[in-house]
């Protein structure tokens, strides 16, 4: 399994950006899927999650700015990023946990991926 990032860039601050991930290759079904982001100097931190329901959570940072959102049938997960802040500068990360096969999904085998990362530069 792979997931591909897309939509970083660089975006004056309290404009907007929307990231992509889909995940390819061979498996069962993707789980809860999530965005983590790392800044210069910094740990990677939990940005936001949703699950198989669309239940999503969202760290204290992004809440009211930052919408995510799943689309089961592209096995794609979407961050709408509204009200930019420099601080919001990072490295954005998806990562998902998934079934590889019905062997897996019968004895509840979660294994884990990660994407490779995009870059959001929030500058005047």
């Known amino acids: 399994v792979q997931l591909q990032a897309s939509g970083g860039g660089s975006v004056q601050p309290g404009g907007s950006l929307r990231l992509s991930c889909a995940a390819s290759g061979r498996f069962f079904s993707i789980d809860d899927m999530r965005w983590y982001r790392q800044a210069p100097g910094k740990q990677r931190e939990l940005v936001a999650s949703i699950d198989t329901g669309y239940m999503t959570k969202y760290e204290d940072f992004v809440k009211g700015r930052f919408t995510i959102s799943r689309d089961h049938a592209k096995n794609t997960v979407y961050l709408q990023m509204d009200s930019l802040k420099p601080q919001d500068t990072a490295v954005y990360y998806c990562?998902?946990?998934?079934?590889?096969?019905?062997?897996?999904?019968?004895?509840?085998?979660?294994?884990?991926?990660w994407g490779q990362g995009t870059l959001v530069t929030v500058s005047s």
């Open positions: 990562n998902a946990d998934y079934y590889k096969d019905t062997e897996d999904r019968a004895i509840n085998n979660l294994l884990e991926v």
